[in-house]
């Protein structure tokens, strides 16, 4: 039986190594496969503001751009 590979969440699509397994593939004692996932991207957006009553604003917000669980 093949697996098939289910991503956790933040991740999706991505490849095996060193290809992938098809019913044609000779079994053989020790082989490895292994499914590696890419983390999605993300878009963050940062906003400085006080901790007043009307959100004052300190300075202009910004957006980076990044993948998930990136440090």
Same mark, same amino acid.
């Given at each position: 039986d093949i697996p098939? +590979?289910?991503?956790?969440?933040?991740? $999706?699509? !991505?490849?095996?190594?060193?290809?992938? +397994?098809?019913?044609?593939?000779?079994? $053989?004692? !020790?082989?490895?496969y292994t499914y590696t996932f890419v983390a999605q991207e993300r878009s963050l957006k940062v906003n400085y503001v006080m901790d007043d009553e009307k959100g004052t604003a300190l300075k202009a917000p910004y957006t980076e751009a990044t993948s998930y669980d990136a440090a």
């Open positions: 098939v +590979p289910k991503a956790n969440e933040g991740y $999706e699509g !991505g490849s095996w190594t060193p290809t992938e +397994p098809t019913e044609e593939t000779k079994v $053989e004692d !020790g082989a490895k």
